[in-house]
């Protein structure tokens, strides 16, 4: 699969590469960074070798810990020897090691030593989709109008022949834990220019219902002062999701995953649970199978399904809500649209899709069902 973007980093500089992904993908940037994106055994140095080579632009995160990396070097050196551009992204002001000086010195830099980060992240967006529109390798697709005439949908950038784009999104479990995915849906070219949008909500041939997310912006993470926050949820930061898009209301179900796929290889059988599983969350699958679930899908429905950025699951999911859970601050709150592990009054297994309450945005069992 082609990326627009393979962001090279040093792995002290995770945070700021975290961040960067999370602004250029809600963006329609289309990113790859590892380890996000090395799958499970997967040797590391074939993973990154390839992301290079099927990536439209490189985006180097250009400190004093890339100097020192041997891996950025080698990344750098594999792009510039395959004619991938080098946008260095430079974060701490500081001059290129000798190995970096030979491929960047005579490259435009980008400093982001004034903040805020997020605009100098703007504009490095900007100027990516600048070179990749001149070299051809992605096309603006023309804003979605309304019956109105209303231009308030318009979509960003994404490489593919069309004149008309839509987000769509469903939930899929990934490897046994719960997990929401989102996927892009575009038509492909109508036979007419007036063809409308898919009306809101939308619900497709295999029964998957799917409501528009707006547009709007959040912050991203937990805050520092949260003693449960893990390592790559930190710095807490702003994302703008600049496009509406349409997402799945909860998980793809046993039966949907098995219409597609032949068979379902969820663990929560019939046999175990002691009745009907149909309408339960696909379960054991990985991201792969995932990713291959849309791809057929795609086929079937003549429309374009993808995976989610985190930005996007995270936005969505939230809710436009500022607590600590989409619904509030407290345990009970949570217990009102979540199943918690080890809670007597919960049942031992999943339970069928959407009998929880929904959040603000009609979504179901975002936080696990």
């Keep these: ?81 395959i004619g991938v551009p080098v946008f260095p992204f430079r974060i701490r002001e500081v001059e290129p090691s000798k190995k970096l000086e030979l491929f960047i010195r005579r490259v435009h830099w980008l400093d982001a030593l004034t903040p805020p980060i997020e605009q100098q992240i703007n504009n490095l967006a900007n100027a990516v989709r600048s070179v990749l529109e001149t070299e051809g390798t992605t096309e603006r697709i023309a804003p979605i109008a309304d019956s109105t005439g209303d231009k308030s949908h ?11 784009a839509l987000f769509a999104g469903l939930a899929i479990v990934v490897v046994g834990v719960c997990t929401t995915a989102l996927i892009a849906l575009s038509w492909r070219p109508p036979p007419s220019p007036t063809r409308p949008r898919p009306p809101e909500p939308f619900r497709n041939s295999i029964g998957m219902s799917f409501v528009l997310i707006p547009a709007g912006g959040f912050r991203m993470g937990a805050p520092a002062d949260d003693e449960l926050a893990r390592d790559m949820e930190l710095p807490q930061h702003m994302v703008k999701i600049s496009r509406t898009y349409y997402l799945g209301i909860h998980e793809v179900t046993q039966d949907q995953y098995a219409e597609i796929m032949g068979k379902t290889p969820s663990y929560w059988s019939e046999a175990i649970v002691g009745g009907p599983t149909n309408n339960y969350p696909v379960t054991n699958i990985t991201w792969s199978e995932a990713v291959e679930f849309c791809r057929r899908l795609s086929e079937r429905e003549e429309l374009i399904y993808r995976l989610p950025t985190e930005a996007e699951w995270e936005y969505a999911c939230r809710a436009g809500s500022t607590t600590r859970f989409p619904n509030g601050d407290d345990i009970e ?28 945005f009609g979504l179901y069992d975002m936080l696990v069902s």
Excluded: Y
């Design 154 to 164: 318009e979509s960003g950038l994404v490489k593919r022949k069309t004149r008309r």
């Design 333 to 360: 709150d949570l217990k009102r649209i979540a199943v918690i592990a080890g809670e007597d009054a919960n049942p031992k297994h999943p339970i069928e899709v959407g009998c929880l309450e929904p959040n603000a």
């Design 1 to 81: 699969m082609s990326h627009d973007i393979f962001i090279s980093h040093a792995s002290e500089d995770w945070a700021v590469a975290r961040q960067m992904c999370d602004v250029l993908e809600s963006q329609g940037l289309r990113c790859w960074i590892a380890p996000r994106d090395v799958l499970p055994g997967q040797d590391w140095a074939e993973a990154i070798v390839a992301a290079i080579e099927q990536s439209k632009a490189m985006v180097l995160i250009f400190s004093q810990h890339a100097n020192d990396s041997a891996a950025v070097g080698v990344e750098v050196e594999k792009a510039f020897g």
